[in-house]
């Protein structure tokens, strides 16, 4: 089971980073799944050219780790991989991305949402539009 956390200025690139499994726990995933968040060019009703992302980073950084080993431990999975943006991503490209490896897709699934729905609510990284 391992977590990775990382928090990094301006857009996601395109390769996603991964978390290092043990031999044994690479043999066991049967399921990845992977979301992206992309700054989409209307916010609130409002057209805008891009989101600024705001983050203490020390903080956020551990309450990403906490809320990843919680949702790994509760939903049995091998592996939480997240990537967050800070500063300004502009319209279409990726500010977030969540990436879980379990044994079976069901528990992957539900652990995304679950992730998601937390770390919007818990986590302290603010968006304002630009």
């Known amino acids: 089971m391992s977590v990775l956390v990382h928090i990094s200025p301006g857009p996601l ?57 919680d949702i790994l431990s509760k939903h049995a999975l091998i592996a939480i991989t997240v990537e967050h943006s800070r500063g300004e991503v502009a319209t279409g490209q990726r500010s977030f991305r969540l990436a879980i490896d379990s044994a079976h897709r069901k528990e992957a699934l539900a652990a995304m949402d679950e992730f998601i729905d937390r770390m919007k609510r818990d986590v302290p990284i603010w968006k304002t539009a630009i």
């Open 13 to 69: 690139s395109s390769e996603r980073l991964l978390a290092s499994h043990s031999a044994s726990a690479a043999h066991a995933v049967g399921a990845t799944v992977v979301f992206e968040g992309i700054v989409r060019a209307n916010e609130q009703g409002r057209a805008i050219r891009a989101l600024s992302y705001e983050a203490y980073e020390p903080m956020a950084t551990n309450s990403l780790t906490q809320l990843a080993n």
